[in-house]
Every structure is written in C-alpha cells, then in structure tokens.
C-alpha cells in the first residue's frame, strides 16, 4: 500500500513540475530583435525561420505607435495584406502577445501600405514540449534474409541527428528554467 502511495505522489509531483515548467519556461521573442516592429530594415520572415515558437512563449511587438500597429489576421488576409477583418488589434506601442494554440498564426501592420513593404510576420506555432531530445534515429533495418555478417551495404545505419540547443534557438530563459528542473527531478529521485 505505500509502494502505490508512493508511486501515485511520485507521478503526480512529476506532472505537476511538466506543467510548472510549460506554463513558466516560455520563451518571449522580441519580433525584430533591436529594430523592432517597422516597415524598413527587418526580413520578418528570416528572423521568424531562425526561432522556434511553442505553446507558452510570447511574441513582444515594440513600435511607434503614431505610425503602427499589429494586427492578427487569418492566412488569406495575411497573403492579401488586409487588415479589415482583424482577429485582434494591437496599439500600444509595446504589445506582448501569448502563443496559446499550435498552429500558423499571422501578424501585419494594419497601416495602409506598410504590410506590402515587408511589416508582415508569419510563425508555426509547435505544441510545447519537455525539452530538445537528442536520440540517435535508426537507419534502414536488416530483413532477417540478410546476410548473418554485416557488410558496409547492410550493417545497421545510425543518423545521429542533433535537434539544436535551446540557446542556438534563443531560448536562454528555457534552459536555465529546465537546469532548476532537473535539480528538482534529482532530488525527488534522490528522496
């Protein structure tokens, strides 16, 4: 009986942490880095290709608001740079949006002209996760036909793919969170 109490407390401490650590470990990205959110100077798209975006981080959009704003719009309104139909309106200058949801989400500024120049920002939403795993993927697997002594044509093939850092993807704050984790995780194990 207190194997299972024990078991059940030791599960549920372990989703608790996952779900602290989803809910704090976001990643804010700061749409444009040092120049912000503007019509000149920054390839949305590129600087969108080089990050990874989860459930749980945030998106910061920092401008002038006399001549910007950011509006969410769905893909086709995105293609058409058309902010008439907004999903949401942004205008204070320093907006900090949640990513919420998995999935393509599509920002322009809503200022005439300004979204045809380029101020327009597309990002794939991924499912947040427990971390970067790095596993070997197995190559192709022998058929029991095979030749019993492997030759270079059909001894097993490994790709040892690495998935990239959490730092070489910006996420700083989320490898220093996932460290405090893991120290928690040894010392539960250790108790």
């Known amino acids: 009986m207190a194997l299972i109490k024990n078991n059940v407390f030791f599960t549920s401490l372990l989703i608790l942490v996952a779900l602290f650590g989803v809910a704090l470990g976001g990643t804010v990205h700061k749409v444009g880095d040092s120049e912000g959110w503007t019509m000149i100077g920054v390839d949305y798209e590129a600087w969108a290709c080089s990050r990874t975006f989860q459930v749980g981080d945030s998106l910061v959009f920092n401008y002038n608001k006399d001549f910007h704003d950011v509006t969410e719009v769905t893909h086709n309104d995105f293609e058409m740079c058309d902010s008439s139909k907004p999903l949401m309106k942004y205008n204070t200058g320093s907006d900090s949006i949640n990513l919420t949801k998995s999935g393509l989400q599509q920002f322009i500024c809503g200022v005439p002209g300004h979204c045809m120049l380029g101020q327009k920002l597309q990002i794939h939403v991924v499912p947040a996760s427990l971390g970067h795993i ?9 058929s029991p036909s095979s030749s019993s002594s492997p030759s270079p044509t059909n001894a097993p093939q490994y790709n040892h793919q690495m998935t990239p850092s959490p730092l070489q993807n910006g996420g700083a704050m989320k490898s220093a969170s996932w460290i405090g984790y893991i120290s928690l995780l040894a010392m539960i194990l250790a108790f």
């Open 134 to 142: 790095v596993a070997p993927v197995p190559g192709p697997v022998r």
